[in-house]
């Protein structure tokens, strides 16, 4: 019995000193109705780590917050204690050993006014973010001189270098001033070699990363690294790589994961973000849609999240970029901008955000910030009427204020004008590629409608409404009829129609509404409803139809499918020519250059 007392006793004192070890790193912190423990210190290395482990995780036998605490560097040197070391953990409360409070948030961005990083926090430093972290999220070096003498000075006259610069700037104020209205991102696109990956790079940097993330993920990672970024910008490189864009977008600019179960079938907290998209590739957010897995169809409102633009503004001779400023080849700019991107890495947005946390507590500064957003949202849209693209415009405004910000704090070395004619230029880029102010999914509809109509003119599968044939009679095998020639006009049918509509992911009477107005489609009989199918009696049965103008989509005039006929013999050419009157009179002269023939003798008796 003494030899068992005297080994408990070793064993308590060597308990002891590892929980004396942690005596000084404990801290107690509060997360809605979560309690967790937070644990600083734990050298590995030389490198110092942080890790919140929430008190749950002590239930049972508490491996899991064994685990936190080795990755962390702890060390238990004696396996019987690891039981004590959880009793222990479990056993605390109220103030013992507790160096101080801290609130634990699972993700990066605001809370109640501060914005939280991992390993930083602007405002309440008795807020943190929860999870173990090798090191800060934003790496910072260099000074805000050397970066606006360097890298900014680089980005004047140069319009997308500029233009992801603002990009990463206004990611803060989109909780802020509800910037996004729909809008997630913008995908530069452009063929290889042209800049891309140069100023993601330098985006990245400009944000404190080492490097930006990438496409290649599934959606699963996608959403866990959206997470991590929650009010940040988000550089994502070659979209390429991803098969299921058109799903990726809508979870990322929707900014709500997938909705899962945990073991005992209750629903788990479903992780959400508030992100700015920056992205590049070969190929547009279309074309990459239709390449996917699935050979997808383009939506509308998938291309309005993420706005596709040229990376090569109009002008550009040098790749991307507008101007070198001093350097003579495109190479020497690329070296000197990353050569002081990575000097001065994320010391520019630290600055932005030290000002933006205290304009954010400020009331009055804020009112005047969403104030000034609506004005020059006014001035983006104002001569654009269509839905897309007024959204995608208050989306670009939040890019000219926080550009507008950084230069009122003399963060960055650009004027407003400077700031204002980048988002305007870059805006009307996008506009131009979409095809204009138009509504994109009924354009691509109605391409659409006019290609099939070609193809079907040239083909047997678009007979021709002769009398005496019943609709029976003209049609091709067992295929349902599509369109049905009658003269000037092409009779579709109602229910062929309708499907090409889904298709196509518009609806039957917004689309035949459209093309009412665009004069391509004759309306119906009705005072109410123009746009509907009528009723028809079509080659001998009851038809409900459409009909198109065949101007629409024929080639050839009148419907003839035979070659024109040559040309006729040119008509005789009469000359007027002035000449000297004669003395009796004041008439010109005509000189016939080919006689006409004589006409016919009149009948007799005739008046």
């Not at 993601?200 to 080492?210: D, E, K, N, T």
């Not at 901008?337 to 990575?342: A, E, F, I, V």
Request: proline share 5%; glycine share 8%.
């Amino acid at each position: 019995l003494n030899k068992k007392a005297a080994d408990l006793t070793a064993k308590k004192q060597k308990l002891e000193g590892n929980i004396a070890d942690l005596r000084s790193q404990i801290q107690s912190s509060v997360q809605g109705d979560q309690l967790n423990l937070s644990f600083s210190g734990g050298h590995r290395g030389q490198e110092e780590r942080r890790v919140t482990i929430p008190r749950h995780m002590l239930a049972g036998n508490g491996l899991r917050a064994l685990e936190l605490l080795f990755n962390a560097g702890y060390q238990v040197k004696i396996k019987a204690l690891e039981k004590r070391l959880i009793e222990y953990l479990g056993g605390l409360g109220g103030n013992d050993y507790i160096g101080r409070r801290l609130t634990v948030t699972q993700k990066t961005g605001w809370f109640n006014g501060s914005f939280v990083l991992h390993g930083k926090t602007y405002g309440d430093q008795n807020l943190i973010t929860g999870g173990l972290y090798d090191k800060p999220e934003l790496e910072i070096s260099g000074s805000v001189d050397n970066w606006r003498q360097t890298v900014g000075r680089l980005a004047i006259g140069n319009n997308r270098l500029m233009l992801v610069f603002l990009h990463a700037l206004a990611a803060p104020l989109l909780d802020l001033c509800e910037i996004k209205n729909g809008v997630g991102g913008i995908h530069l696109h452009e063929l290889t070699s042209k800049g891309k990956s140069t100023i993601l790079m330098a985006s990245a940097l400009f944000c404190g990363r080492s490097q930006p993330e990438t496409w290649n993920s599934s959606l699963n990672g996608v959403e866990a690294t959206s997470a991590k970024y929650n009010n940040q910008q988000l550089q994502l490189d070659e979209i390429g790589q991803v098969q299921d864009l058109g799903d990726a977008i809508y979870m990322l600019c929707n900014g709500r994961g997938k909705r899962r179960m945990n073991k005992r079938l209750e629903a788990q907290r479903r992780s959400d973000w508030n992100i700015n998209i920056l992205s590049n590739g070969e190929v547009s957010v279309e074309s990459q849609i239709k390449q996917g897995r699935r050979n997808s169809r383009p939506m509308a409102g998938q291309e309005v999240r993420l706005l596709s633009i040229p990376a090569t503004p109009v002008g550009a001779s040098h790749g991307i970029f507008e101007t070198l400023h001093e350097f003579k080849k495109p190479q020497e700019f690329i070296t000197y901008l990353n050569k002081n991107s990575r000097q001065n890495k994320g010391v520019v947005f630290d600055a932005y955000m030290e000002k933006l946390q205290k304009a954010a507590i400020d009331a009055e500064q804020l009112a005047a910030m969403n104030d000034r957003l609506d004005v020059i949202t006014a001035d983006l849209v104002k001569d654009y009427k269509n839905e897309s693209v007024n959204r995608a415009g208050r989306y670009m405004a939040g890019l000219q204020l926080a550009g507008e910000l950084a230069t009122n704090w003399n963060i960055t070395p650009w004027t407003t004008d400077q700031v204002n004619e980048c988002v305007k230029v870059a805006y009307g880029d996008w506009i131009r590629d979409r095809g204009g102010d138009v509504n994109i999914q009924l354009t691509r509809a109605t391409n659409a409608l006019k290609q099939k109509l070609q193809e079907l003119q040239f083909s047997d599968s678009m007979p021709k409404l002769t009398p005496g044939k019943r609709i029976n009679d003209i049609r091709t095998g067992s295929a349902r009829l599509f369109a049905i020639n009658d003269g000037n006009e092409t009779i579709l049918t109602a229910g062929e129609f309708a499907k090409f509509c889904d298709e196509q992911s518009v609806q039957t009477g917004t689309f035949a509404e459209h093309l009412i107005k665009a004069g391509y489609m004759k309306p119906a009989n009705h005072n109410r409803k123009p746009h509907n199918a009528k009723n028809e009696r079509v080659a001998g049965e009851g038809v409900r139809c459409y009909r198109v103008f065949n101007s629409f989509y024929s080639i050839l005039d009148n419907d003839e499918e035979e070659p024109p006929a040559p040309p006729e013999p040119p008509a005789p050419i009469v000359t007027i020519t002035d000449a000297p009157a004669p003395p009796t009179s004041d008439a010109a002269r005509i000189t016939l250059s080919q006689r006409p023939p004589a006409p016919p003798l009149p009948p007799p008796n005739s008046p």
